[in-house]
C-alpha cells in the first residue's frame, strides 16, 4: 500500500508565517504520508482574464493538487475578522476548473493568528467557504493558535502540550477519514 498523500494549504504567503509552521508540525502528527505543500501565489480572479484566456497554468496545478490528495490541511490567518484574501481567491479560482476537486476530500481546517483568539472567526468563515464544494470537513476538534509568534521553538515545533494534543487528535481524525474514503 502507498502513503497517503497529504496537501497542505496556508492561507500565508510568508515563508516564515505560523500557519506553514502550523501545517508541518500537522504533517508531522498525521504520520507516514507523501506531503505536498500547495502555492497560493495565484493571480487575483478576474472573469474578464478568465474568459479571454482561460484557467491559468497555477490555477490549474492547485487543483490538481487537490484532486490527487487523499486528505487536505488547511490553515488560515486571520484579517479582519475573516481568512486571507489569498485563501479566498485560491477558493475562487479552484471553483472555475472542471469538475469539483473538492467532493467528499477529507479536509482539516486549523489556524494561526497573531489575536489572543487565535484566528477562531476566521476559521468559521473558511468552515462556510468550503460548503459549497462538499468536502468532508473534520468537525474538530478545534485547532486556533494564539499568538502564534510565542508558539514556536527553533526548531518549528509547538511548545504548549495543549496545541500539540488538539492538532496530534485533529490529524487522527483526519487520518480515520481516509478508511471512509477508501469504502
Do not use: C
Request: hydrophobic residues 45%; aromatic residues 4%.
Amino acid at each position: 500500500m502507498t502513503d497517503p498523500v497529504l496537501l497542505t494549504i496556508s492561507g500565508s504567503l510568508r515563508r516564515e508565517a505560523t500557519n506553514r509552521k502550523l501545517l508541518a508540525e500537522a504533517a508531522r502528527v498525521f504520520g507516514t504520508a507523501s506531503v505536498a505543500e500547495a502555492d497560493l501565489n495565484l493571480p487575483l480572479y478576474d472573469g474578464d482574464a478568465e474568459a479571454a484566456q482561460g484557467i491559468p497554468p497555477s490555477v490549474q496545478v492547485l487543483a490538481d493538487q487537490i484532486a490527487a490528495a487523499d486528505a487536505v490541511a488547511i490553515s488560515t490567518p486571520e484579517y479582519n475578522k475573516g481568512p486571507s484574501g489569498v485563501l479566498k481567491n485560491a477558493l475562487d479560482w479552484v471553483s472555475r476548473t472542471e469538475g469539483n476537486p473538492w467532493a467528499d476530500k477529507p479536509v482539516a481546517v486549523m489556524s494561526a493568528a497573531a489575536g489572543r483568539a487565535g484566528g477562531e472567526r476566521a476559521q468559521m468563515v473558511l468552515r462556510g467557504f468550503l460548503v459549497p464544494f462538499q468536502p468532508r470537513l473534520i468537525t474538530g476538534p478545534e485547532v486556533h493558535l494564539a499568538g502564534s509568534s510565542k508558539e514556536f521553538d527553533e526548531n518549528g515545533r509547538l511548545t504548549s502540550d495543549h496545541y500539540e494534543a488538539s492538532l496530534t487528535k485533529l490529524m487522527q481524525k483526519l487520518r480515520a477519514e481516509l478508511a471512509v474514503a477508501a469504502q
